[in-house]
């Protein structure tokens, strides 16, 4: 897992996530998002090397996965429009906790 003060576009920020020693990375379940949770820094959103890959719901990255995976946000899935996969910090008790699609820019 990788953080950075940085904003980069989703492209730039999958380069960085998606090389081989990044592919056990899996923020699937809730112990994974607390341990997200404790070494990052500040409680905003981070680019995920996850985007939405066609009409089947499946997620393309560095793993595949279904839309309906627990880790999204209450709010979400809501638009597939907005392509590319950011994982959202806020505190616990927030409706936009977990996995947000975003424009991938």
Same mark, same amino acid.
């Given at each position: 897992?990788? =953080?950075?003060?940085? $904003?980069? /576009?989703?492209?730039? &920020? &999958? #380069?960085?996530? $998606?090389?081989?020693? =990044?592919?056990?990375?899996?923020? +699937?379940?809730?112990? /994974? ?7 990052? %820094? ?9 985007? =939405?890959?066609?009409?089947?719901? +499946? ?16 709010? %979400?899935?809501?638009?597939? #429009?907005?392509?590319?996969? &950011?994982?959202?910090? /806020?505190? +616990?008790?927030? #409706? ?5 699609? %975003?424009?991938? /820019?």
């Amino acid at each position: 897992i990788s =953080f950075s003060n940085e $904003n980069f /576009s989703w492209s730039d &920020a &999958a #380069k960085i996530c $998606n090389p081989p020693s =990044f592919s056990t990375s899996n923020p +699937l379940n809730d112990l /994974s998002w607390l341990q997200l949770r404790l070494i990052s %820094e500040s409680q905003q959103r981070y680019w995920t090397a996850l985007r =939405f890959q066609d009409a089947h719901s +499946l997620l393309d990255g560095p793993l595949s996965t279904s839309i309906y995976n627990p880790a999204w946000a209450d709010s %979400e899935p809501t638009s597939l #429009k907005a392509s590319c996969v &950011a994982i959202d910090l /806020s505190p +616990l008790s927030s #409706k936009s906790r977990g996995w947000n699609f %975003e424009d991938c /820019s």
